[in-house]
């Protein structure tokens, strides 16, 4: 694991800028909670496995298996299920603006229940970031329906960023409370994808599975570094830097997907695109840069 906050900061943002590549092919046969169901579960067996392999005690008391069945619930399964559902009622660009305040919001949940200082520094950037994210996908803005399900996507998407929102502040008080990265994803996992496999079922839908190349290879890479890899960055940058900068990573995910799809789907870049990018990473920059003493907060 590297040791810099920056380069954690960097690997969460360029491999979850490129998972909605990943996702498009997770679409269309399965239902999406099955789909989350089966990209956490075999996340989690990987670990479990790589706890064994370490020696790390995987045994927790009842009271801390409930704290990480919390955990797991809000991170790994309530927010991914909404975004999911979120999506096939309004265009990823409300989804990505909605997401782009996180910072502010986790800056507020943590004042809350941890009493952590607020700084102007984080709410400039998260200013910036939101600024970012309206001006890339202001176009997007034009497809907006009135609808009643538009009105829907939109509360779904509130409810996907509270979510996460929640599995910070969780990851925060589990880190608090002194429990390892590693197993607690773990447990985490199982349980977000036992909920999300559950909450399928109770939905009416079947356990089906696409078994071309595709579906299979797009989950191994979710579940491996879209999850593994990630959340163990970000759930490490969460007890470093705090839950709030830590959310900038929501912000510049965007800026990245929209650089790929321009190389690669030629996504039109027009000025507007340049200008949010521009914001985003200013506020980004904001976030990071130097403390007083001189110290970067991207070193460890």
């Known amino acids: 694991m590297p040791t810099s906050n920056l380069q954690l900061f960097a690997i969460c943002v360029l491999i979850w800028g490129s998972t ?25 067996a ?10 790390l005690s995987l045994r927790f008391t009842a009271r801390q298996h409930l704290d990480l069945a919390l955990f797991g619930a809000a991170m790994f399964c309530v927010s991914y299920v909404l975004v999911y559902y979120a999506e096939t009622f309004i265009v990823s660009g409300m989804v990505a603006v909605a997401y782009s305040g996180m910072p502010m919001i986790n800056m507020l949940a943590a004042r809350l229940f941890f009493g952590t200082k607020m700084t102007l520094r984080i709410a400039v950037a ?11 996908f202001w176009p997007e803005f034009g497809k907006l329906s009135v609808s009643r399900n538009a009105e829907l996507g939109a509360l779904l998407t509130v409810l996907s960023v509270l979510a996460s ?15 390892t990265t590693w197993t607690s994803m773990a447990w985490g996992m199982f349980y977000g994808g036992a909920l999300a496999l559950l909450f399928g079922l109770a939905m009416g839908r079947s356990i089906s599975f696409d078994a071309t190349p595709a579906y299979i290879s797009s989950l191994i890479y979710l579940a491996l570094l879209g999850s593994i890899v990630t959340f163990g960055c970000y759930l490490t940058l969460i007890g470093r830097i705090g ?19 321009y190389f690669f789907e030629k996504f039109a870049w027009g000025f507007l695109t340049t200008a949010g990018v521009i914001f985003s990473i200013v506020g980004n920059i904001i976030m990071l840069r130097k403390t007083k003493t001189g110290v970067t907060v991207s070193k460890a």
């Open 20 to 44: 909605w590549i990943a996702i498009t092919f997770q679409l269309g046969s399965v239902a999406p909670e099955m789909s989350v169901a089966y990209r956490f579960l075999l996340a989690a």
């Open 46 to 55: 990987v670990l479990f496995a790589f706890c064994r392999w370490r020696k």
């Open 126 to 136: 998260a200013a910036f970031g939101i600024v970012g994210i309206v001006c890339v």
């Open 165 to 179: 929102c929640a599995g910070s502040m969780m990851a925060t008080r589990t880190q608090k409370l002194g429990y």
């Open 243 to 261: 839950a709030a900068r830590t959310a900038y990573v929501g912000v510049m995910v965007p800026v990245v997907a929209l650089t790929v799809s």
